[in-house]
């Protein structure tokens, strides 16, 4: 029989397709500012002693991480003539951009720990704000269409503004920093203008999406029920887990290159090359896998590119250092063309997941929670790479001053055959994921008959 939806099914505009997909734009800017500048900004501009700048930065993440399953849980229960998530979009929005000028406004403070104090209570904001957007953003998804292929379309349009807002963050810093008279002067406006990057980007969304009605039953459990729940449905896990391995072996492919061009390659300015030509594949190749995944399914694509993505970086640590940096750089070009999928699919997928516990427990919907521990298992996998990054080069013996043979063995295995663990792991755990065309349609008919 033909399933009753939540909404009919029509064909998305242009103007929700590139609304929705333009606020991932400053998202993943943020990320990108954040994680290669920040640190450098916090010791060597404003002048933070190094042990207190990485402190800051765990108190930030580790707060951020908290805030997410919070916002979450709370946009769940949120109704206003404005929608569930957009009002959390817009107030986060605004917050970000004055946030943004502030945390990269210079100051001199009469003490360490005053300018410690400080910047953490800035960061800690910044990332308050920046969950207010990011995690209702990412519940909308499942909210715009229950459709099994627009869903996938629509994450093509949020990665492919991701990507770009990647190679804004990544390419504009230093420029606008040097562009002014004075350092200081500089990094504030880089800031104020990447905040209103941010902003105008979010509010695109915010007005150009509508959000439907919900007339479902209220969702009433518990803040700790609600997520133990969610966390034992063996659907969620078959996507979670591997979506979390991938993003750790990635991220230790990510903060390892450098080190790989700089003391394999001897050539740090390549790393740059490199980054660009993994980042522009991935870019290039959205739409490419979007139409596979139209005649294979979303699943099937994501093994197959996290298994391009495992054979690439293999290849690029165990050959690199015998066939050079160009090979080097192709590698990292075809590596992209898999790493493409992780743009896509994992997006495309949790609103499918959600659609399966509004009619598994018909107790409401529940975005905000599933994507709330989406963003959380990510982070975790990002903090856990880093710490291992660490962890793994200290073990070789890594000194900048003096990087011997050990140290050398050491960044091959974090360039490959160590992410390449977490790729396989999350490979073999994601084949147990059920949910395909066929199944999706399964889940609708079911619901029209309760």
Not at 8 to 14: G, Q
Not at 122 to 137: K, Q, R
Not at 229 to 239: C, M, P, Q, S
Not at 308 to 336: D, E, H, K, N, T
């Amino acid at each position: 029989m033909t399933a009753t939806r939540r909404h009919p099914i029509k064909a998305i505009t242009l103007r929700t397709k590139l609304g929705f997909g333009i606020g991932d734009l400053g998202g993943n800017l943020f990320f990108t500012i954040i994680g290669f500048y920040l640190l450098y900004y916090f010791t060597d501009v404003v002048g933070l002693l190094p042990a207190l700048a990485g402190t800051a930065l765990m108190i930030g993440k580790i707060w951020d991480a908290v805030t997410d399953p919070v916002t979450g849980y709370l946009s769940d229960r949120t109704r206003t003539r404005f929608g569930r998530r957009r009002p959390y979009m817009f107030v986060g929005a605004i917050i970000s951009f004055f946030c943004m000028g502030l945390l990269f406004t210079p100051v001199e403070l009469s003490s360490q720990g005053l300018l410690f104090v400080y910047l953490t209570f800035l960061y800690c904001l910044l990332n308050t704000a920046y969950t207010l957007v990011n995690i209702p953003y990412a519940a909308l998804l499942p909210e715009l269409t229950d459709d099994y292929y627009q869903r996938t379309i629509l994450t093509g349009y949020r990665m492919s503004f991701a990507v770009v807002g990647t190679f804004v963050g990544a390419a504009l810093v230093m420029p606008i920093v040097s562009a002014f008279p004075t350092e200081n002067l500089g990094w504030s406006m880089m800031g104020t203008f990447m905040g209103a990057v941010m902003l105008f980007s979010t509010l695109a969304t915010v007005f150009a999406i509508t959000e439907p009605a919900h007339p479902e039953k209220e969702v009433q459990e518990g803040f700790f029920s609600t997520f133990a729940e969610v966390l034992k449905e063996k659907v969620f896990l078959t996507a979670l887990l591997p979506w979390t391995f991938f993003i750790t072996g990635t991220s230790m492919v990510q903060g390892s290159l450098v080190y790989y061009f700089t003391y394999i390659f001897g050539n740090e300015g390549l790393f740059q090359l490199a980054l660009v030509a993994l980042l522009s594949f991935s870019l290039l190749c959205i739409p490419i896998w979007v139409r596979i995944s139209h005649r294979i399914g979303k699943k099937r694509c994501y093994m197959i590119g996290m298994g391009i993505m495992s054979m690439g970086v293999l290849l690029f640590s165990l050959l690199g250092q015998r066939l050079g940096p160009v090979f080097g750089v192709i590698i990292m070009a075809v590596s992209g063309i898999g790493l493409s999928t992780h743009y896509v699919m994992p997006h495309a997928i949790l609103p499918d997941i959600v659609e399966y516990d509004v009619t598994l427990h018909a107790k409401g919907r529940r975005e905000g929670v599933f994507s709330s521990l989406w963003t959380f298992s990510s982070k975790l996998g990002q903090a856990f790479a880093l710490a291992l990054n660490g962890w793994i080069l200290a073990l070789f013996g890594y000194q900048s001053e003096a990087v011997g043979s050990m140290a050398k063995t050491g960044i091959m295995l974090l360039c490959g055959p160590l992410p390449l663990i977490w790729y396989v792991l999350g490979i073999i755990i994601l084949k147990h994921y059920p949910i395909d065309q066929a199944f999706y349609q399964r889940i609708l008919s079911q619901r029209s008959e309760q």
